[in-house]
């Protein structure tokens, strides 16, 4: 099959094709023929590298992967039909994978489990024709999800939903600071945040992302790059009559996580899920303390709130968003778009 592989560390040449073998399939498992795969700042952190972190390479990268079941491995048949799933279902892939008996696990919260691990970064992803899956991982794609816009909700959908329900524990009438609005953690996140009945306020670098984040349901969207945003948030939270934000979503770490705390109200809560401009952050601890600010940190999400999720999704309450869709053999300008942050959404790869 022809596969996409990062070989090393380094920029955009360690990526390369190659055709390897179809992958065998195991007890409990099923072979799966992409249709398409996402891209998130993963893909990105496991190409470049990360300090203090060892990624087991070579590995082929992609974890939102959205495919059709072409074979079941031995065992999974009579567990799959009882979940009306088979040969030729449309499905989606759950990225993370855990051993499903740990404490972690059977508490409902895998991200915790110590076996935990994800496709595209501690196992081979979706840039290939095919890859293979435990049965646990699927879940049956939408009939009015298509191919493409399935690639687009796993990682970032997922994600934005623990960081607001789990971790922020986000209530209606709340207001909430969203960093990074075009990104797909925040573009989910900007949905979901309105479904749950809070007011949003979101940043963006660009002029032409401000409509496309006030169409999602963004309350006020501030262009960072030209105006300092903790002085926005102010003047809006003045109207509202409030002080501060009771929460806020940032995964840009050094650029805007100072600032970002400081917008907080008394008891407020930060979460972060990333550090996309950096990892090394000042912090004034005394405002931590006297303000009772809670900071929290979260990694993708459990099983049981992908269907949650998708469900969401397949009614129509939340909507997939993809900025662009590059074709298989074209995958390293994908990569480049990513990096280059311009994006609005997803940046989803067509395998077949």
């Given at each position: 099959m022809k596969t996409w592989?990062?070989?090393?560390?380094?920029?955009?040449?360690?990526?390369?094709?190659?055709?390897?073998?179809?992958p065998p399939i195991g007890p409990m498992q099923v072979r799966v023929r992409v249709e398409a795969v996402g891209l998130n700042h993963v893909d990105l952190w496991v190409q470049k590298g990360v300090e203090g972190h060892k990624f087991h390479l070579p590995i082929v990268p992609g974890g939102d992967i959205s495919g059709i079941i072409e074979e079941l491995g031995p065992g999974s048949k009579t567990v799959l039909n009882k979940n009306g799933l088979d040969v030729g279902t449309e499905v989606l892939i759950n990225p993370g994978v855990s051993c499903g008996q740990c404490e972690a696990c059977l508490d409902g919260f895998d991200p915790l489990c110590r076996s935990y691990g994800m496709f595209g970064e501690t196992l081979d992803g979706g840039c290939a024709e095919y890859v293979v899956v435990p049965i646990a991982n699927l879940i049956k794609r939408p009939k009015t999800l298509s191919a493409i816009n399935g690639a687009s909700l796993a990682i970032p959908y997922l994600t934005a939903w623990t960081m607001l329900t789990r971790k922020a524990q986000i209530k209606a009438g709340e207001t909430v600071l969203i960093q990074a609005g075009g990104s797909g953690v925040s573009v989910a996140a900007t949905q979901m945040a309105k479904l749950l009945g809070a007011t949003v306020i979101t940043t963006v670098g660009s002029d032409d992302k401000i409509d496309k984040s006030y169409a999602l349901g963004a309350d006020h969207v501030i262009n960072y790059r030209k105006t300092p945003f903790r002085e926005e948030v102010k003047k809006f939270l003045a109207k509202e009559g409030?002080?501060?934000?009771?929460?806020?979503?940032?995964?840009?770490?050094a650029d805007t996580f100072q600032e970002s705390v400081k917008t907080l109200a008394w008891g407020g809560r930060i979460v972060t899920c990333g550090a996309t401009s950096g990892a090394q952050v000042p912090l004034d601890l005394k405002m931590v303390f006297f303000k009772n600010i809670s900071i929290l940190g979260s990694t993708m999400g459990s099983k049981a709130d992908f269907i949650r999720v998708?469900?969401?999704?397949g009614s129509g309450k939340l909507k997939p968003v993809v900025d662009t869709v590059y074709p298989f053999a074209e995958l390293p300008s994908a990569f480049e778009r990513l990096q280059n942050r311009n994006v609005f959404g997803k940046v989803v790869i067509k395998v077949s």
């Open positions: 592989r990062t070989e090393k560390h380094g920029g955009p040449e360690v990526i390369r094709q190659s055709d390897t073998p179809i409030k002080k501060g934000c009771e929460v806020v979503l940032d995964h840009v770490g998708v469900q969401l999704v």
